[in-house]
């Protein structure tokens, strides 16, 4: 919407609305005459009033903001069918199964604090929040079995796929100040038509694990929200 002027502006352009003399001064405003200054005002409102509504009608009726939703808003990649950032359209799913990398930020240390799925029109979620400092970065693939990655141990999964997931620039509660994710059992979804369940590893030397099991190996995508930060997994319907 355009800005309103000012009295003195109105002033300047139009003149002042009396004489010296104190009496009333005749004024034109776009061919028409009148020597009260509360008709000259009303005209003056009424042929603005159209311009005004159509710079309304020009604004946005809706303003993205990635802090609003759980999904969303993707960022910076260092894969091929992967972006980052802040706006409403996630990336398109790929056409293959290769596995979708990124690199954490400089000096990222952060603690997963959460983990959710959630079922969307084409695709299952997966959502991890996570707190501290920096943005994470991430390692998703198929596996063909999953294993813990302190002990070695094989960890069971539902489902006829596993996909690893493995958070980067990761960092301890102490370090972070961010109270682990501890789940009771495999995180699940109501819903869901491919991811099965989440079950999270540990926290090692830097990275997070956590295993997605799906009932069939789909394309997939990953990216970055922030406020809160959350790494978005999506897995595509099964075919």
Not at 90 to 99: K, Q, V
């Amino acid at each position: 919407m355009g800005a309103r002027s000012s009295p003195g502006a109105l002033e300047t352009i139009h003149g002042p609305w009396r004489s010296p003399g104190g009496g009333p001064r005749t004024v034109k405003l776009r061919g028409v005459f009148t020597r009260s200054r509360p008709v000259a005002l009303l005209l003056m409102t009424l042929l603005a009033a159209p311009a005004v509504l159509a710079g309304c009608g020009d604004e946005p009726t809706e303003k993205t903001s990635s802090a609003s939703t759980t999904a969303g808003s993707p960022s910076s990649s260092s894969s091929a069918h992967t972006t980052a950032g802040s706006t409403s359209a996630a990336p398109a799913f790929p056409a293959d199964l290769e596995a979708d990398t990124a690199d954490a930020s400089a000096g990222a240390s952060v603690t997963v604090s959460d983990i959710r799925i959630g079922r969307h029109d084409g695709f299952d979620r997966v959502v991890f929040e996570v707190g501290g400092t920096g943005t994470p970065g991430w390692d998703v693939q198929y596996v063909d079995a999953a294993s813990s990655q302190g002990s070695g141990k094989p960890i069971d999964v539902a489902g006829d796929a596993v996909l690893q997931v493995t958070l980067t620039g990761a960092g301890l509660p102490y370090a972070t100040g961010v109270e682990e994710f501890s789940p009771s059992g495999p995180v699940t979804g109501a819903g869901t038509k491919n991811v099965t369940e989440a079950v999270f590893d540990a926290t090692f030397e830097g990275t997070t694990v956590t295993f997605v099991g799906t009932r069939q190996r789909t394309p997939f995508r990953v990216y970055l929200l922030e406020g809160p930060t959350r790494v978005v997994l999506e897995v595509a319907d099964p075919s």
